[in-house]
């Protein structure tokens, strides 16, 4: 039987591509030391009528936060899966970064690391952008 559900979130859709990018990010990242704090944090309110959303929160050992964008493409025509994160995008991730750091006593020392899939290729870019 046919399931609209299913079908929007199966493994050949949008979500189901960006949910897989995501579990090999994650693999990737704690095969590197990093342990996972949050997965999707999201905001409702933006600076933009599109809400702001952290695909992961990991921490380092050495306890840097790090709020992590995944962005998987099927090839790297066009720049590639870290060239699609526009000026926009960073600006929804740092504000509900902004919006998860408010929640702590002390915020620790953080950054913005990207995690880009390229061809089934993982590239992890730290630092790859600021908040300033």
Not at 45 to 54: C, F, M
Not at 87 to 107: D, F, M, N, Q, S
Request: proline share 5%; with cysteine; charged share 30%.
């Amino acid at each position: 039987m046919f399931d609209k559900a299913t079908a929007r979130s199966g493994p050949g859709s949008t979500k189901g591509v960006g949910d897989a990018a995501e579990a090999l990010a994650l693999r990737h990242l704690q095969s590197h030391g990093l342990e996972l704090v949050a997965r999707n944090y999201r905001v409702a309110r933006g600076p933009s009528a599109r809400a702001g959303e952290v695909d992961l929160v990991m921490r380092e050992r050495d306890g840097t936060l790090v709020f992590v964008e995944v962005r998987a493409r099927r090839d790297d025509a066009h720049g590639g899966a870290a060239a699609s994160i526009g000026p926009g995008k960073r600006r929804r991730v740092i504000y509900a970064a902004e919006h998860y750091l408010r929640r702590l006593p002390t915020p620790p020392p953080c950054r913005f690391d990207v995690v880009a899939i390229d061809a089934g290729r993982v590239s992890w870019l730290r630092a790859a952008f600021d908040a300033g």
